[in-house]
């Protein structure tokens, strides 16, 4: 951020690309409208950018993050000698949930909006295990990250149309699942120290072994190392501390 203005043109993209790295984007969600242009931006600057959707992230609804599988399969068949960097942008979980699932879930939880949102997950972790296999087919060294760029939160809640969407003013909708999992991981590490995805760059540059003047390492992003205060960035594009923030809690009750 320079003077509260998103510098997309800094990224782990062009970081990766300058450091010799082969990029590969294949992406779910939209190239063009209000909430995809600025991403769409960024996966362009890839060397290969692939799209399932022709619009914005709403224009095909039919498209399957599992799609994507096809793409990583074609890379990983192919002996390179650069190292790669493939970048999956999958729809995952976003409203409308039951979008996602083709009105499909497990088990009915307060409203069927809500009980897609949870299945949409199900369907996450089975695409995690699917890439998994395939890059331990594939016979190279890896290390996969996985996360969410956000939370949710509820809306009409209590009703029968209870369901889930974007929000700035919950701890919970900057609360996300994060891991990584690598090919010569050799124990299961649960890290509950506070991160922030403002500091996300420093967590590619020690992931990657990418160093760059601009990155300034405060911190080991993977321990339990204190980070500080952490701050979110809102919908203004304020940091605002996440401490300050209300709560949103999910209860079967």
Excluded at 27 to 40: F, L, V
Excluded at 141 to 152: E, I, K, M, P, R
Excluded at 215 to 234: C, L
């Amino acid at each position: 951020m320079v003077d509260n203005k998103p510098q997309y043109q800094d990224n782990f993209v062009t970081l990766a690309n300058r450091a010799g790295f082969q990029t590969w984007w294949f992406s779910n969600q939209g190239q063009i409208g209000e909430y995809d242009t600025a991403i769409a931006s960024i996966a362009k600057r890839a060397d290969e950018a692939h799209f399932l959707k022709n619009g914005d992230f709403e224009a095909d609804k039919n498209t399957r993050d599992d799609a994507l599988l096809t793409m990583t399969a074609q890379v990983l068949a192919t002996e390179r000698t650069q190292p790669q960097l493939i970048v999956l942008h999958l729809m995952g979980s976003h409203p409308q949930a039951c979008d996602r699932t083709q009105g499909k879930y497990a088990t009915f939880v307060q409203s069927k909006e809500t009980s897609c949102y949870l299945y949409t997950m199900t369907q996450t972790d089975d695409l995690l295990r699917q890439l998994y296999t395939q890059l331990r087919h594939s016979g190279d060294s890896f290390s996969l990250v996985y996360f969410s760029d956000h939370g949710l939160a509820f809306k009409e809640r209590g009703k029968a149309v209870q369901y889930l969407a974007h929000d700035d003013k919950f701890q919970q909708n900057f609360q996300v699942p994060f891991m990584v999992l690598s090919s010569d991981s050799k124990a299961h590490r649960i890290i509950k120290a506070r991160r922030s995805a403002n500091d996300f760059l420093s967590f590619f540059s020690q992931w990657t072994g990418i160093s760059a003047k601009e990155i300034k390492n405060r911190y080991r992003f993977i321990s339990e190392q204190k980070a500080g205060p952490v701050y979110i960035t809102n919908f203004k594009l304020q940091k605002v501390d996440y401490n300050h923030l209300g709560s949103d809690i999910f209860s079967l009750k």
